[in-house]
């Protein structure tokens, strides 16, 4: 018995389309990613206003300090269980702006308090703040519209 | 002559495998890394460490108000006291914080005058308990109103915290 040849023509699809899409959401996502996201401590729920301005641009020189409800501050990464001691890793901070030519009055703090905590935590860590020259500071919450 | 036929060119073909699965894993780790974050902003407050030397007689002293914020049940707001020299008020309902702001607009209004060419300042005495929420509260009630048609009344921009009572 004698076979017909089968017509083995390869299929192509064509993919221009779907690499340009997928080159378009890249550029997105990538866009879009925020590294400074991660000095965000994401379990301090902030206090809410409708009246914050949102942050204008970057301060010559700014670090966030995370207080959670339970007085701990997170600041770089590290929990820091008494506020008393952040002294020596402010110290650091203000020393790698000052090599950077911002003095310390020109730094930004900005201070992400769970809206439970006590206040007068919030006070205790401006004032070591205040005590290595820091004097501008950011009270950080989330917007409300 | 008999010239040749040409053959067929052959296709260029540039194998696409490889770059479509790093740009597809590329995508798939921006997507699993992906966070809406909600929207945040800022209260400014300016904290020089108190300074040693005597204001001069020239200097025209800014209006400050002082606030008092006491802590009551479960660390809530108990009451607000307000004093600017001219008078002391001591607000206990709901709207406390309401009351405050229209205080604050009253005082900055009659300060506003040009040729007493001074600022009202707020210093903020707060109870070491009070849950943060509350403070960020009257310092919004101090900052701002925020009118019918939406835009923002500025009202005071000079916040300090009187240092905690040890």
Redesign the interface.
């Known amino acids: 018995m004698k076979f017909k040849k089968c017509n083995t023509e390869i299929l192509e699809a064509d993919l221009t389309p779907m690499i340009d899409m997928t080159f378009n959401l890249i550029a997105f996502f990538m866009f879009t990613i925020n590294f400074a996201d991660a000095e965000r401590i994401e379990q301090i729920m902030l206090p809410k206003s409708s009246l914050a301005k949102p942050p204008e641009g970057l301060a010559d020189y700014q670090f966030i300090l995370n207080l959670d409800d339970d007085g701990s501050v997170w600041f770089d990464g590290q929990r820091i269980e008494k506020i008393e001691l952040i002294n020596p890793l402010l110290r650091r901070e203000v020393r790698a702006a000052e090599r950077q030519g911002v003095p310390p009055p020109r730094i930004s703090v900005i201070i992400r308090g769970h809206e439970d905590s006590q206040s007068g935590k919030v006070q205790r860590l401006i004032q070591q703040c205040q005590e290595n020259e820091l004097e501008k500071f950011l009270l950080r919450v989330k917007e409300e519209r | 002559m008999k010239f040749e036929r040409r053959k067929k060119a052959d296709e260029l073909k540039i194998n696409?495998t490889a770059m479509?699965d790093i740009?597809?894993q590329?995508?798939i780790f921006?997507?699993l890394?992906?966070?809406v974050?909600?929207?945040?902003?800022?209260?400014?407050?300016?904290?020089?460490?108190a300074s040693s030397n005597p204001a001069s007689m020239d200097e025209v002293l800014p209006t400050v108000i002082h606030v008092g914020?006491t802590a009551g049940v479960e660390?809530n707001i108990a009451t607000i006291e307000i004093d600017d020299g001219m008078q002391a008020l001591t607000f206990t309902q709901a709207d406390m914080f309401q009351q405050l702001t229209n205080f604050v607009e009253t005082t900055v209004a009659r300060e506003g005058d040009p040729s007493t060419a001074s600022e009202v300042e707020v210093e903020f005495e707060?109870?070491?308990?009070?849950?943060?929420?509350?403070?960020?509260?009257a310092?919004?009630a101090v900052?701002?109103r925020?009118l019918p048609d939406g835009t923002?009344k500025k009202l005071v921009s000079k916040i300090k915290?009187r240092?905690?009572v040890e």
């Open positions: 696409m479509i740009v597809f590329l995508l921006f997507i890394t992906f966070k974050s909600a929207l945040e902003g800022d209260f400014e407050v300016k904290m020089p460490l914020l660390r707060i109870d070491p308990k009070l849950r943060y929420r509350f403070t960020v509260d310092i919004e900052s701002g925020v923002v915290f240092p905690p």
